[in-house]
């Protein structure tokens, strides 16, 4: 299967299979979204969204954030993985929204990641899910999806990854795409145990066919080695010896009584 087959078939099933692909992060607004965004790095977006509520209840706006410390935002994402520079990243993030960008998310994806805690990912993922912009954001599922099943080959950093990625799909479908392999990660292709019988781009997938070709040859050095044993055991018991002289029979002593 060359490189091109294998994108132009799991891109045609996840078109058919899943037309409609979003982010499963709750938010109202460009200002939510980013700071859910950057909640999320290194934490699920269950977690994110179990704790999102009460953070933009008390800080509803940048301006509310911005006044607030980070000791102040600390309690309310405490369950967030490394609450501490999250809270530090939020308050300076609000601040700088306000200083610079007149407390409106910017729409120049260079220009955002000047915001504390924002980087490529996350601007990337504003980019796409705000403005469809035709970016690749790549996350820990993309990352590992993609080279699993053969997007990419050898790619040792997301940048690589976003690359090639960017490279091999129609910059129209980048946004969806996104979507696609960070809820296939997340539901089918799992870090520790994917569920491979049940994945519909196993047909493309380079480590199913890795799989099914090493199983293959198990079988078929397995198969000599099951003949051979039988016929061991077949041989054996054809050879097995049994005595002439039967059992021994204990006969009963005839001694005289004195």
């Not at 490394?82 to 407390?103: D, I, Q, S």
């Not at 051979?228 to 005289?256: D, F, I, L, Q, W």
Request: proline share 7%.
């Amino acid at each position: 299967m060359t490189l091109r087959q294998r994108y132009d078939g799991v891109i045609a099933w996840f078109s058919e299979h899943m037309p409609v692909a979003e982010s499963e992060l709750r938010y109202e607004n460009p200002f939510q979204l980013l700071v859910a965004v950057i909640l999320s790095a290194q934490c699920t977006d269950k977690r994110v969204n179990m704790t999102t509520p009460a953070l933009f209840a008390a800080f509803p706006t940048p301006e509310a954030m911005a006044a607030a410390t980070a000791e102040e935002i600390f309690p309310y994402i405490r369950s967030i993985s490394y609450p501490n520079n999250k809270a530090k990243n939020l308050a300076g993030m609000a601040r700088m929204l306000c200083a610079e960008f007149g407390g409106e998310v910017p729409t120049d994806l260079e220009a955002m990641q000047r915001l504390p805690g924002v980087g490529r990912k996350t601007a990337n993922v504003l980019g796409a899910v705000l403005w469809q912009r035709e970016v690749m954001p790549v996350d820990t599922h993309v990352f590992r999806v993609s080279e699993r099943i053969g997007l990419t080959t050898g790619s040792k950093t997301p940048l690589q990854t976003e690359r090639t990625l960017e490279r091999n799909i129609p910059s129209h479908l980048l946004p969806i795409a996104h979507h696609w392999l960070i809820l296939h990660g997340r539901y089918v292709c799992t870090a520790r145990s994917p569920r491979c019988d049940a994945c519909g781009i196993a047909p493309w997938c380079r480590k199913y066919a890795s799989d099914r070709r090493a199983e293959a040859r198990e079988a078929a050095a397995g198969a000599p080695a099951k003949a051979t044993a039988a016929r061991t055991r077949k041989t054996a018991a054809g050879t097995g010896r049994t005595s002439s002289a039967g059992p021994r029979k204990r006969v009963a002593g005839t001694g005289k009584n004195g």
